[in-house]
């Protein structure tokens, strides 16, 4: 009788634990997107996914899309009309249409913290053109690595300090932020390089509010510690690398206004010179025109009220949490910014002057 029980026990333990595997699929009967494309129409989402496909011994890109209400009804439908059931979590990057980022992608980026349906590492980027066109001209440039569009964003690929990283979980935390916005990466297809990086999207609450370029990307990443191997040209005689960056902050009430005092220390090595420019000198203009792009980028970010350096993060602790919503509209408004650039020449790396070309002669 104890044996019977046994066994009866081992076979119900038995039955239970092999029912966790009644939902799965195989990986042969899955389509995995590794990027995907969002744009609006009137009320309805287009979405464009890129997925690779093995083709006689190689990758290939196929090109899906389909429309809909809303993003997860699209995918759906997607799902039913093929031969596998699409998984999103796969996907790597999310290119949305430059006017759907105007009118404000608060409610896509929700969805998709809310489903799970897509990792909240997922890169976010714009396209500045029609994302249809965008798709089926990288695809068809693209040989066949189906992934090099996330190449393009790989920090141990294609990526420079000045394109913006943005990922679903810090858009989504900067739409529900009051003092923290993000700089969303702008990218179109063409050109030799066959994907151009056009500069960055600033956003605020969850909308694209302004624009900076290449050169202001690179100093946000600076801001924050991100702009190793960046390349800065010193007027039309000298280029840097940048190989280490560190920041220093200090914030304070003035005369109730608030103030931050900013140190960026930069280690460059120089690349090349074409003139007989001394390096106390190229420190100088370096540090001068880094401060004065800077002071452009920051009046252009406090009109259009976006704080995607992230400045009000050091007054959270000295401003009375219900004004923390007023951040933007009165306190970024008044704050006194004060920036200087340090910098360190670690060697001369590979000059080019007129004195060693002659001397090569």
Known sequence: MVKLSLK?????FVIVTLTGCWDTKDIDHRLLPVAMGISKEGEEYQVILQVPEPVGGQMKNRIIKESGQTITKTIDTLSGNMESQIDLLHVKVILIDKQLAKEGVKDVISGFMRSRDVSSNALVTICDEDIEKFFNTVSNDLDVNAINLFEFFEKNAGWTPQIALTRVWQVYRSVHSYTHDVAVPIVVSGGSTNI????????????????????ETLLINAF???SAQGRVEVSDHASVL??????????NFIDDEPSL????????????????????????????ILQERFDGMFTKLQESEADIL???QHFRNKIPRRELKDWRSKYYQEL??????EIDIQNTGFLKSNS???SAN
């Open 242 to 251: 940048i190989i280490s960056n560190k920041t220093n902050s200090k914030s």
């Open 356 to 358: 060693s070309d002659q």
């Open 196 to 215: 151009r990086h056009m500069g960055s999207a600033v956003m605020k609450n969850g909308k694209m509010v302004e624009t900076i370029t290449p050169d």
């Open 261 to 288: 005092e900013n140190v960026i220390n930069l280690k460059v090595v120089l690349l090349e010179t074409k003139s007989d420019h001394t390096i106390e000198l190229i420190k100088e203009e370096l540090s001068t």
């Open 310 to 312: 992230g400045l009000g």
């Open 336 to 341: 006194k910014m004060h920036l200087s650039v």
């Open 224 to 226: 924050k510690e991100e």
């Open 8 to 12: 009866l026990i081992f076979l119900v």
